[in-house]
């Protein structure tokens, strides 16, 4: 595939859309949309910025994960806390902002982050970083009006239950898998 050219089709207020043109193999012009949340010049933009962070979050031997209602799909499904890096906000700033506000807890520590990676590269060009962290305090809802957002902490036989019979984010599901039994490497010797 040669890249042609990228073409600004909507600047909306968190996401802008794009086409891009390619070449493809057969020699063929082949337009591709996607969304990002930045400003895209050319080809070496498309995903060279960390926009955010999903937090896998425990406390003790439990998994934190929220049920949210997500309006893209009209309906609840669980998920790991996450959000968007700000301006001049460091990545471990982000985490212990995005836990509060979307939780009310705190970071007790930080015990790894993952290199950013792409959220969803067959639509958009979206990169976060994934972080284990240990939480602490109590619940308390800092979420924003547009939000809709019951955290709890879950034992690894909750989580299998809820495998079973819940709707997750993909992120959220393979975590809670791996939580559910046990294999989450060195975090899984935190939580036993």
Do not use: W
Not at 84 to 102: A, D, K, P, S
């Amino acid at each position: 595939m040669r890249f042609v050219k990228l073409e600004k089709v909507k600047d909306g207020k968190y996401l802008k859309n794009y086409v891009l043109t390619y070449e493809n193999k057969a020699g063929k012009e082949k337009k591709y949309e996607i969304v990002s949340r930045r400003d895209l010049l050319g080809a070496e933009d498309l995903g060279r910025h960390n926009s955010g962070i999903s937090i896998i979050a425990i406390k003790e031997d439990r998994l934190l994960l929220l049920r949210e209602f997500r309006m893209g799909v009209n309906q609840f499904i669980y998920n790991l806390c996450a959000g968007m890096i700000e301006e001049g906000e460091t990545i471990e700033e982000c985490i212990q902002r995005e836990l509060y506000e979307e939780t009310g807890l705190r970071v007790k520590k930080i015990l790894d982050i993952l290199r950013p990676s792409f959220s969803a590269p067959a639509i958009s060009d979206v990169k976060t970083s994934i972080a284990f962290v240990e939480a602490e305090g109590e619940f308390e809802d800092h979420s924003s009006e547009n939000e809709l957002i019951e955290a709890a902490f879950y034992s690894r036989e909750e989580v299998k239950e809820l495998l079973e019979t819940a709707e997750f984010s993909s992120r959220a599901q393979l975590a809670a898998y791996f939580f559910a039994e046990g294999k989450l490497g060195t975090f899984s010797r935190i939580v036993g």
